[in-house]
C-alpha cells in the first residue's frame, strides 16, 4: 500500500511545473514512510535479539544458539534495511546542501511553514540568524516543533535524513578532509559576524 503512495508522490512531485512547497512536501512526506518502514525493521530486530537476551542466562552452553539468532537479527530484512538508509542518506544530502534551493526560493517563513516550526522557535531562529535548511532543520532540529511542543526527543523525518546523510559522510570522507562542524560560520559552531562592505560613494 505504502510503495503505491510513495510511488504517487513521486509521479506529484516530477510534473512539470511542480512548485518547491510541492517538492518539500513529498520529499517530507517519502521520508516519513521510508523511515517508518526503518523503524519496522529496527523493532523486529530487537524482537529477535531479546530471544537472544533469554538464553544468556544458560551460557556457555547456549554461546553457539545466541550467536546464530544475533546473525538473524542483522541479516533481518537486509536488503530492504539498506536500500531504505540509502535512500534516505540521499535525501538527507540534498537537505543539507539544499541543492533545490529551497529555503531561498520559499522564504523563511514559509519553510517553516511546511515544516510546522512552531512560532517561538521560529522568532527565536530569526533573531539567531538561522537561515539555511540545513541550520533548521538539522543543527536546530525545529521540524515538527508544533507537535513535539518542547519535548527534546525528535523523530522528524526531514531531521532523520539528514542524520544518515551526516553518518554517511562521516564514515566515507577521509579524517583529514572533514570540515570542522564546530568552527566558526559551520552549522554546530558560532555565528560569523556580519560582514560590511561599501556598496558606493
Known amino acids: 500500500m505504502k510503495t503505491n503512495v510513495v510511488i504517487a508522490l513521486l509521479e506529484i ?3 512539470p511545473g511542480a512548485s518547491m512547497s ?3 512536501i513529498t520529499t517530507r512526506r517519502i521520508c516519513r514512510i521510508f523511515g517508518q518502514r526503518a523503524d519496522a525493521i529496527r523493532s523486529e530486530r530487537r524482537a529477535i535479539r531479546r530471544e537472544a537476551s533469554k538464553l544468556r542466562h544458560y551460557l556457555p552452553f547456549t554461546a553457539n544458539k545466541i550467536y ?4 538473524q537479527s542483522t541479516d533481518h530484512r537486509r536488503a530492504e534495511w539498506d536500500d531504505l538508509r540509502k535512500v534516505l542518506g540521499a535525501f538527507g544530502r540534498s537537505l543539507m546542501l539544499d541543492t533545490e534551493g529551497l529555503m531561498d526560493g520559499l522564504g523563511f517563513d514559509r519553510v517553516c511553514d511546511l515544516l510546522a516550526v512552531n512560532t517561538v522557535e521560529r522568532e527565536a531562529a530569526r533573531k539567531d540568524g538561522v537561515n539555511g535548511l540545513a541550520e533548521l532543520v538539522f543543527a536546530h532540529s525545529m521540524e515538527d516543533s508544533a507537535a513535539r511542543r518542547g519535548q527534546e526527543w525528535n ?6 535524513a539528514c542524520q544518515i546523510a551526516t553518518a554517511n559522510f562521516i564514515r566515507d570522507c577521509p579524517a583529514h578532509l572533514r570540515p570542522d562542524p564546530f568552527a566558526p560560520g559551520a552549522p554546530f559552531g558560532p555565528k560569523l559576524p556580519p560582514t560590511l562592505s561599501i556598496v558606493g560613494k
Not at 68 to 71: F, L, N, P, R
Request: net charge negative; no cysteine; charged share 20%.
Open 68 to 71: 546464530e539468532i544475533q546473525q
Open 22 to 24: 510541492t517538492s518539500l
Open 155 to 160: 523523530d522528524a523525518p526531514l531531521f532523520n
Open 13 to 15: 512531485a516530477q510534473k
